[in-house]
């Protein structure tokens, strides 16, 4: 099964900045999945987009896709502390199982 | 409040000994799911099932068993066969099983085992 890979490995940034986390595949995808993990507990699933929508918001979190590029972002806006995790892309593929990129771990400063 | 339970948090064992990890979910789904998290990997399918009595192999499924006699119960045996145990184990499911339209996952907390 294929994997998605996040960019960067990990983001630090300034409490109230924007955080920008991109998520590349390879092959065609049914739907694509954001998850969050704080450090040490299970993952949180945060939205699903699918492959023929092109963005979607929940609350301050904004995804895009973009299935010509076989890549998708997330951006979380105005950050918190609490939003420090590590944020994980899921793809499905042929086969319709779900593969994790490695994730990007993203620290917020106060 | 539905959810998953995983237990124990942390699991200690002697190398050569079988382990079972226990999850259990509350939230009426049809889908189970076991995936092993190693550091700074993403993580990969174990086991998984889709309906009581039956399940298919992932991705990793070697010195791994598993047994979905209940629909809210899929314990996970890490058996001496496995070469490399020790990692976070986390357990998963979904209202829908594998198709078109994937529902999103339900993870438990996990299980930290180390082999020593």
């Known amino acids: 099964s294929q994997q998605g890979e996040e960019d960067p490995q990990a983001l630090s940034i300034q409490e109230g900045e924007n955080a920008t986390m991109n998520c590349s595949y390879k092959?065609?995808?049914?739907?694509l999945q954001w998850y969050r993990q704080n450090s040490g507990r299970g993952l949180v699933h945060l939205i699903l987009i699918r492959s023929n929508e092109r963005e979607k918001h929940s609350g301050r979190l904004r995804v895009t896709l973009d299935t010509s590029k076989k890549s998708s972002s997330l951006l979380i806006t105005a950050s918190r502390a609490a939003d420090t995790a590590s944020y994980f892309c899921?793809?499905?593929?042929?086969?319709?199982?779900?593969?994790f990129g490695a994730g990007t771990t993203v620290t917020v400063r106060a | 409040d539905g959810g998953i339970t995983q237990s124990p948090k942390y699991l200690f064992r002697k190398e050569g000994q079988n382990v079972t990890l226990s999850c259990e979910q509350n939230?009426?789904?049809?889908?189970m799911y076991w995936y092993r998290q190693d550091p700074g990997q993403g993580l990969r399918l174990i086991y998984y099932s889709q309906i009581v009595n039956d399940f298919q192999k992932g991705d990793i499924a070697e010195g791994y068993s598993v047994s979905r006699e209940k629909k809210e119960s899929f314990p996970l045996t890490v058996t001496s066969a496995q070469k490399n145990p020790t990692a976070f184990y986390l357990c998963?499911?979904?209202?829908?099983?594998?198709?078109?339209?994937?529902?999103?996952?339900?993870f438990g907390n996990g299980t930290r085992l180390t082999v020593t």
């Open positions: 998963a499911s979904s209202i829908f099983t594998y198709s078109s339209y994937n529902s999103p996952l339900h």
């Open positions: 899921a793809t499905d593929g042929n086969d319709y199982k779900l593969s």
């Open positions: 939230l009426n789904h049809d889908a």
């Open positions: 092959t065609s995808i049914n739907n």
